[in-house]
C-alpha cells in the first residue's frame, strides 16, 4: 500500500482530498493539471500525455532488449544492438525525470 500511495496522489494531483478512497487513500482531490487553463494549461496536458507515450515506449524498448539478450545465444551483433537499446532506454527515463521536474517547477507553481 505504501508503494501506491504516491501514485494514486500525483494520478488525483494532491491537494485538497476528501472522503473518497481508493486503497485506503484519499482520491477525491483537486487535480492541477486538468483544471488548468490558458498556454501553461495545454503545456501541462501535452506534458503528462507525452511523459505516458515516452513512459511506455520505454517499457518496451527494455523488454525488447531483454529479447534480443535472450534470444542472441552469444551473438555479438544482437548483444550489442540490445546494449544500445538499453541505453537509449536510459535516455527515455532521463528524459521522463527532467520533463517531470520541468512540470513540478514550471507549471504547477504558475
Do not use: H, W
Amino acid at each position: 500500500m505504501m508503494l501506491a500511495e504516491p501514485a494514486v496522489r500525483i494520478a488525483y494531483g494532491g491537494g485538497n482530498c476528501g472522503s473518497e478512497k481508493v486503497f485506503g487513500i484519499a482520491t477525491n482531490c483537486t487535480n492541477r493539471v486538468f483544471d488548468a487553463t490558458g498556454v501553461f494549461g495545454i503545456f501541462a496536458k501535452i506534458l503528462v500525455f507525452l511523459n505516458g507515450f515516452i513512459a511506455l515506449v520505454t517499457v518496451i524498448m527494455i523488454m525488447y532488449a531483454g529479447f534480443l539478450i535472450l534470444t542472441g545465444s552469444g551473438d555479438e551483433e544482437k548483444t550489442d544492438k540490445a546494449k544500445k537499446t538499453i541505453t537509449y532506454a536510459i535516455i527515455g527515463i532521463l528524459i521522463l525525470i527532467f520533463s517531470y521536474v520541468l512540470y513540478r517547477f514550471m507549471i504547477l507553481q504558475s
